[in-house]
């Protein structure tokens, strides 16, 4: 058994049920080499904190902004998106812990963004059926709803793709071009990498779980490169 210990004193709750605790660092992968494995994946634990997080980020905002609704939505995207989970579980410690096969980990994924946003989303379903809603809240407010005030301060709810578009035609005149460079793994684990450039030159690149995922990747890495 992991020792989670670490990660509960850390968010100040300690769980009840261990097997769930564990669940939600079970990768599908990691089941195919241990097919007596006792416990589940994560996936439906993730599907569960997809929806709790949602709720849970909508009516904070709902409560606390009295923005329109277009612009509420822009918020809960960027709070939300893979990304911002990604960064939130490696900060969590989340890599030590995912449970992968060892052709996954020869690849590199503890640390791919989209396992550690999905086991970040299991953790918040997980949390939701241990301690309850009010727990799970709490984790949110904590970890992800802090992060809004720099969002909206640095435009980071906008997105990356209409602020690359922006600051090309305003710069150059011309729009982003993107290209996929590669479609790698199953079927259930696709991983697109893209290129975005603008006539010849290469903006940036940026790997993800779809070619709009990495579209979206690739115009992050061209602005971060741009607005240095």
């Given at each position: 058994?992991?020792?989670?210990?670490?990660?509960e004193?850390?968010?100040?709750?300690?769980?009840?049920?261990?097997?769930?605790?564990?669940?939600?660092?079970?990768?599908?992968?990691?089941l195919?080499?241990h097919?007596?494995?006792p416990?589940?994946?994560?996936?439906?634990?993730?599907?569960?904190g997809?929806?709790?997080?949602?709720?849970?980020?909508?009516e904070?905002?709902?409560?606390?902004y009295?923005?329109?609704?277009?612009?509420l939505?822009?918020?809960?995207?960027?709070?939300?998106?893979?990304?911002?989970?990604?960064?939130?579980?490696?900060?969590?410690?989340f890599?030590n812990?995912?449970?992968?096969?060892k052709?996954?980990?020869?690849?590199?994924?503890?640390?791919?963004?989209?396992?550690?946003?999905n086991?970040?989303e299991?953790f918040?379903?997980?949390?939701?059926?241990?301690?309850?809603?009010?727990?799970?809240?709490?984790f949110?407010h904590?970890?992800?709803?802090?992060?809004?005030?720099?969002i909206?301060?640095?435009?980071?709810?906008?997105?990356?793709?209409?602020?690359?578009?922006?600051?090309?035609?305003?710069?150059?005149?011309?729009?982003p071009?993107?290209?996929?460079?590669?479609?790698?793994?199953?079927?259930?684990?696709?991983?697109?990498?893209v290129?975005?450039?603008?006539?010849?030159?290469?903006?940036g690149?940026?790997?993800?779980n779809s070619?709009?995922?990495?579209q979206?990747?690739?115009?992050?890495?061209?602005?971060?490169?741009?607005?240095?």
């Amino acid at each position: 058994m992991i020792d989670f210990t670490p990660l509960e004193e850390r968010i100040g709750y300690s769980f009840k049920d261990r097997d769930l605790l564990q669940q939600v660092f079970i990768h599908r992968s990691y089941l195919n080499e241990h097919r007596a494995f006792p416990l589940e994946h994560n996936e439906r634990l993730e599907f569960l904190g997809d929806a709790v997080l949602e709720l849970i980020v909508t009516e904070h905002l709902y409560r606390h902004y009295p923005n329109p609704e277009g612009e509420l939505t822009t918020y809960r995207s960027a709070l939300v998106k893979g990304e911002t989970l990604a960064q939130i579980a490696v900060t969590l410690d989340f890599p030590n812990y995912l449970m992968v096969s060892k052709g996954e980990e020869k690849s590199g994924g503890r640390t791919k963004a989209y396992l550690m946003a999905n086991a970040l989303e299991a953790f918040i379903g997980a949390l939701h059926l241990d301690g309850g809603y009010a727990i799970a809240e709490q984790f949110i407010h904590e970890n992800v709803l802090s992060m809004l005030e720099n969002i909206i301060a640095n435009n980071l709810h906008i997105d990356p793709k209409s602020r690359l578009q922006e600051y090309t035609q305003e710069h150059f005149g011309i729009t982003p071009h993107y290209d996929v460079l590669s479609e790698t793994g199953p079927d259930h684990a696709k991983e697109f990498t893209v290129l975005v450039r603008i006539n010849d030159r290469e903006l940036g690149r940026g790997v993800g779980n779809s070619k709009q995922a990495g579209q979206v990747a690739a115009a992050t890495s061209a602005l971060e490169e741009l607005l240095k």
